[in-house]
């Protein structure tokens, strides 16, 4: 009895222990969580359950700054949308006190030439993938009324998903180049960060899938000479002014080839995904839906998506990637897009046309016969510097502009 009473007691002992090293250790783990969830970032962007975005805060901060000057801080993105996937980049400058001794241009010039931003991305305080080194504000300025001036596309590697009610935190490094001129002295401005995510927005797993899924056709059923009946997006002439590709996009819309996003818009500056690119060839090709229970590929397609890439792939017109992926959400590059387009119009390899690309090392092998018989059969060109940039997203706008070559329509608008 006396040794029952002895094991009851150490048991007991034993017992309060427990309890008390959970509880301290509760607490200390709740302080640490406290700690580091509480700290403030700089700028706080919240991307709200209905699409909107509000922001709070500014990279620059409220102190007088000088050529030398560093500082440091944290961006810090709340999702409470649907999960989206982030490509692109920039900022906004307002300044607010110049040495008066200068002009404003001459200051504004100077600023945007001089300030670097490099920014890592991360969350809380783990962070290990470089997205922005060095880039002057000139290189990331995204203005409205400036199409030229749109911020700064990522790298496919560098691009990155924020989940519905996940957050993500930027660690940024704002420096002001030594050898500026006395300009830039004693000045203070607001520093805006803006992030594009309305063309990537990806099924989130909550069974709403893509926009897509809910779209409104942008054209009517017009008669031949019903010309009222087509409905020109808005964002075809952004300040008034055509855009480039305006005619081509507009002889699709009027064929019933592509259709706009339940906003009434194109968006033809917007990166095109893979998704998006099997389902514009399987209507431009009108190649119908394939609806199979297996689909060939391992990770998840879109439903809005899924009968025209199994279509396409089925007739090698498109391929996935190793271990059978897909990767529907991912930007298409110039490269993909012209292979997968070559394959599905059947235009015949000119495996002797030259390119006179200045980074034409830069096309893959598996690629380059395709990118010459686009250059063959002049549907393909690149840009005013030489370069053809075959790593980089196609546009919605390159990729309709290619497709209404193709199909021969180029010549109703030329």
């Not at 560093?70 to 810090?76: A, D, F, Q």
């Not at 998704?275 to 009108?286: D, F, R």
């Not at 598996?366 to 063959?376: D, L, N, P, Q, S």
Request: charged share 25%.
């Amino acid at each position: 009895m006396k040794n029952k009473k002895k094991l009851l007691g150490m048991t007991l002992k034993f017992l309060v222990l427990i309890l008390l090293v959970g509880f301290f250790a509760s607490d200390i783990i709740e302080l640490t969580y406290s700690v580091v969830t509480q700290s403030t970032p700089d700028v706080t962007i919240t991307i709200n359950n209905n699409g909107t975005r509000l922001q709070e805060g500014s990279l620059f901060g409220d102190e007088l700054w000088y050529p030398g000057k560093e500082k440091n801080g944290i961006i810090r993105i709340h999702n409470q949308y649907k999960s989206i996937k982030v490509s692109n980049l920039g900022i906004d400058v307002d300044l607010k006190h110049i040495n008066k001794a200068y002009g404003w241009d001459e200051v504004y010039d100077s600023f945007i030439e001089n300030m670097r931003l490099t920014i890592t991305r991360g969350k809380l305080t783990a962070f290990d993938k470089n997205i922005l080194k060095d880039k002057s504000l000139g290189e990331l300025l995204a203005i409205s009324s400036n199409e030229s001036k749109n911020g700064l596309m990522l790298p496919v590697e560098d691009q990155f998903t924020i989940r519905k009610n996940d957050f993500v935190d930027l660690k940024y490094t704002l420096l002001m180049d030594k050898n500026s001129g006395n300009e830039l002295q004693n000045l203070t401005a607001d520093i805006s960060f803006h992030i594009n995510l309305h063309q990537n927005l990806i099924n989130d797993g909550s069974g709403n899938d893509n926009d897509r899924d809910k779209k409104k056709p942008v054209i009517k059923e017009p008669g031949e000479d019903d010309e009222e009946l087509l409905l020109i997006p808005n964002d075809l002439t952004p300040q008034g002014t055509p855009h480039w590709a305006h005619n081509c996009i507009v002889t699709l819309l009027r064929h019933g080839i592509i259709s706009g996003y339940p906003d009434g818009s194109i968006r033809p500056d917007q990166p095109i995904t893979r998704a998006e690119s099997a389902v514009l060839i399987a209507k431009a090709l009108k190649i119908e839906e394939e609806n199979k229970i297996f689909s060939g590929y391992i990770d998840p397609l879109p439903k809005w998506a899924r009968g025209y890439i199994i279509a396409v792939s089925e007739r090698d017109i498109f391929a996935g990637y190793p271990m059978k992926r897909f990767k529907a959400n991912r930007n298409i590059s110039r490269e993909e897009m012209v292979t997968v387009l070559i394959k599905g119009f059947e235009k015949e390899l000119l495996a002797d046309t030259e390119l006179s690309f200045s980074d034409r090392e830069d096309i893959g092998d598996w690629a380059i016969e395709y990118v010459k018989a686009g250059v063959g059969h002049q549907i393909l060109s690149g840009y005013p510097d030489g370069s053809f940039s075959p790593k980089s997203p196609i546009t919605r706008a390159e990729a309709f502009t290619i497709i209404c070559k193709l199909l021969g329509l180029h010549d109703e608008h030329m």
